[in-house]
């Protein structure tokens, strides 16, 4: 269960997900250092680099994703079964860290993980969908300024735009 107020961050246990080293929040100045020394901390991650820092270590390179290992520790944890809206979003965090399943990242574990997820309802059309590359938001926002500035030459079939040096920063 989650609930946003303002005020001291009160939470029963705090569960990073790939994140390597604890510190990388000092720099955000965003928390309290004391939340950190006093929540108990799960840290879940599958990179070699992470400096075990919390109270448990779930650290296993050996995953395809992170996708992976939360859907694993999500079933050890919990006795119902996930909702087919959480089976489509984790089967599609594995579908993009193994794009789209392709060798050397996907493994038994990973295809047995996407059988149970698709099995408990995730959709598989939707998930590779959210898995897709999409368009960065800078070259969205150069095509939207291009297209502002576009004027078409009926009678010789052209269209062109006037960008500047700006647009491109």
């Given at each position: 269960m989650v609930s946003f107020r303002e005020g001291k961050t009160l939470c029963d246990c705090i569960i990073s997900l790939g994140i390597s080293d604890i510190d990388l929040f000092d720099s955000l100045h965003?928390?309290?250092?004391?939340?950190?020394?006093?929540?108990?901390?799960?840290?879940l991650d599958i990179q070699n680099k992470n400096i075990r820092y919390g109270e448990v270590n779930i650290i296993t390179p050996d995953k395809s994703s992170l996708s992976?290992?939360?859907?694993e520790?999500?079933?050890?944890?919990?006795?119902e079964p996930l909702s087919a809206e959480y089976a489509t979003l984790l089967?599609?965090?594995?579908?993009?860290?193994?794009?789209g399943?392709?060798?050397?990242r996907?493994?038994?574990?990973?295809?047995?993980?996407?059988?149970?997820?698709?099995?408990?309802?995730?959709?598989?059309?939707?998930?590779?969908?959210?898995s897709s590359p999409r368009t960065?938001?800078?070259?969205?926002?150069?095509?939207?300024?291009?297209?502002?500035?576009?004027?078409?030459?009926?009678?010789?079939h052209i269209i062109w735009s006037f960008l500047t040096s700006e647009d491109f920063e």
């Open positions: 965003i928390f309290d250092p004391s939340l950190f020394t006093e929540t108990p901390l799960i840290n992976e290992l939360t859907y520790f999500l079933v050890a944890i919990y006795k089967l599609s965090g594995i579908i993009e860290q193994t794009d399943f392709k060798p050397p996907t493994n038994a574990d990973t295809l047995l993980a996407a059988s149970e997820l698709t099995r408990l309802g995730a959709r598989q059309d939707e998930a590779f969908a959210l960065p938001l800078a070259l969205v926002q150069l095509f939207g300024r291009a297209s502002v500035r576009s004027k078409i030459d009926h009678e010789r």
